[in-house]
T-cell receptor
Framework: EDKVVQSPLSLVVHEGDTVTLNCSYE??????LLWYKQEKKAPTFLFMLTSSGIEKKSGRLSSILDKKELFSILNITATQTGDSAVYLCAVVPMDSNYQLIWGAGTKLIIKP | DTGVSQDPRHKITKRGQNVTFRCDPISEHNRLYWYRQTLGQGPEFLTY????????KSRLLSDRFSAERPKGSFSTLEIQRTEQGDSAMYLCASSLLSSGANVLTFGAGSRLTVL
């Protein structure tokens, strides 16, 4: 059965720290991987990754995919309290009619 | 277009009552999804539409749940004879399936509490 596992489940750090969130997957015929940020309401899109080794960057956030080892990481540098959220990872298998398989998320808390 | 809209944002109901949620997707999006999310979990797929056709329903979805998208625009999700286990956030998302990508845009969700 296809699955997506995120780690850690929760993380508490201080403002200014750098964090790395992990997303590993077991999916038949991988198509793409997506990262979302969820604060109190709806998930908002961060990145879509399809190719190994190509880093996607947006400000202090970056992400990279390793299709050989079947995982992705999301890095956040110089964290701020506004980065506190649940970070969700989802994978789209090739033959799934573009259905997403979601991880349970990593809850990140940034202390001032 | 202001994104995906969901209504109501909060609903408190007594066990056994029926509830209906509405979702207005981004107008040019052809796909519409319903998910359920409980605390500490990722979104759980319920069903999705491509235009007005309902293409897939989760095996976990009981026959108390029904969804429609009558004209390929807004959608409704109805839960009949609600149970306490139905308490959750119900998320709607839409996407424009193109170029091998399917990036979902979510609404703010409808939180259901069944007493």
């Amino acid at each position: 059965e296809d699955k997506v596992v995120q780690s850690p489940l929760s993380l508490v750090v201080h403002e200014g720290d750098t964090v790395t969130l992990n997303c590993s997957y077991e999916v038949t015929n991988f198509r793409s991987l997506l990262w979302y940020k969820q604060e109190k309401k709806a998930p908002t899109f961060l990145f879509m990754l399809t190719s190994s080794g190509i880093e996607k960057k947006s400000g202090r956030l970056s992400s990279i995919l390793d299709k050989k080892e079947l995982f992705s990481i999301l890095n956040i540098t110089a964290t701020q309290t506004g980065d506190s959220a649940v970070y969700l990872c989802a994978v789209v298998p090739m033959d799934s009619n573009y259905q997403l398989i979601w991880g349970a998320g990593t809850k990140l808390i940034i202390k001032p | 277009d202001t994104g995906v809209s969901q209504d109501p944002r909060h609903k408190i109901t007594k066990r056994g009552q029926n509830v209906t949620f509405r979702c207005d997707p981004i107008s040019e999006h052809n796909r519409l999804y319903w998910y359920r999310q409980t605390l500490g979990q990722g979104p759980e797929f319920l069903t999705y539409f491509q235009n007005e056709a309902q293409l897939e329903k989760s095996r976990l979805l009981s026959d108390r749940f029904s969804a429609e998208r009558p004209k390929g625009s807004f959608s409704t999700l109805e839960i009949q004879r609600t149970e306490q286990g139905d308490s959750a956030m119900y998320l709607c998302a839409s996407s424009l399936l193109s170029s091998g990508a399917n990036v979902l845009t979510f609404g703010a969700g409808s939180r259901l509490t069944v007493l």
